[in-house]
Nanobody, 126 residues
Framework: QVQLVESGGGLVQAGGSLRLSCATS??????????MGWFRQAPGKEREFVAA????????DYADSVKGRFTISRDNAKKTVYLEMSTLKPEDTAVYYC?????????????????WGQGTQVTVSS
């Protein structure tokens, strides 16, 4: 089966940085054929889109709330996607999930993800 495992979450002060990783695996899972995304869910709120990257890494998309502060990237050889977060704010506090979507061979997407990780907690103190 397909597995997505997030890591790198933790407690950080406002203004600080964190790097999240999402390692993928699965006998039938070809990482190169999947667009990847990061989502987050804060307590009492719905899950929201954060960032996405297409299968080749040539296209990215960001929520307005994180644009200019977060960077999504991928290493297809390592089958891993990353989310570099800087200038963190208390409102960035959430559980962060990575997700995979079979690529449409175009740009990125904010919906239609097929596989999800278990999430990693990010807490930003003020």
């Amino acid at each position: 089966q397909v597995q997505l495992v997030e890591s790198g979450g933790g407690l950080v002060q406002a203004g600080g940085s964190l790097r999240l990783s999402c390692a993928t695996s699965g006998r039938t899972f070809n990482f190169n054929l999947y667009d990847m995304g990061w989502f987050r869910q804060a307590p009492g709120k719905e899950r929201e889109f954060v960032a996405a990257i297409n299968w080749s890494g040539s296209g990215t998309d960001y929520a307005d709330s994180v644009k200019g502060r977060f960077t999504i990237s991928r290493d297809n050889a390592k089958k891993t996607v990353y989310l570099e977060m800087s200038t963190l704010k208390p409102e960035d506090t959430a559980v962060y999930y990575c997700a995979a979507r079979r690529t449409g061979w175009g740009s990125t997407a904010r919906v239609g993800y097929d596989y999800w990780g278990q999430g990693t907690q990010v807490t930003v103190s003020s």
